[in-house]
Nanobody, 123 residues
Framework: QVHLVESGGGLVQAGGSLRLSCAAS????????MGWFRQAPGKEREFVAT????????FYADPVKGRFTISRDNAKNTVYLQMNSLKPEDTAVYYC????????????????WGQGTQVTVSS
């Protein structure tokens, strides 16, 4: 089982940027498709982005397309989420997760969730 630890969250003004990191344990990190999700207070967990095992394929939710970039460094067992042009509606706890299936963007398609990192965007 892969253990995940997110970091990089914080408080930022609208229009600003943050880079989230997700460090994974284990020697098989490069075998897994990875994803980022977020959950705002009172809302369900929602998909943000996913990246293939090699990093050659990515897919984004419409609200973040063009502003967020997912990437990974398999040598460092780490997946990143670069967030630019942040908006107050991006405020949420952000989670990374390991995919349990070759495709799918529902939370049920992922396992081994991290503890999350808080992102707060002020207007």
């Amino acid at each position: 089982q892969v253990h995940l630890v997110e970091s990089g969250g914080g408080l930022v003004q609208a229009g600003g940027s943050l880079r989230l990191s997700c460090a994974a344990s284990g020697r098989t990190f490069s075998s897994y498709r990875m994803g980022w999700f977020r959950q705002a207070p009172g809302k369900e967990r929602e998909f943000v982005a996913t990246i293939s095992q090699s990093g050659g394929s990515t897919f984004y939710a419409d609200p973040v397309k063009g502003r967020f970039t997912i990437s990974r460094d398999n040598a460092k067992n780490t997946v990143y989420l670069q967030m630019n042009s942040l908006k107050p509606e991006d405020t949420a706890v952000y989670y990374c997760a390991v995919a349990r299936r070759p495709w799918g963007i529902d939370p049920a398609d992922f396992a081994s969730w991290g503890q999350g990192t808080q992102v707060t965007v002020s207007s």
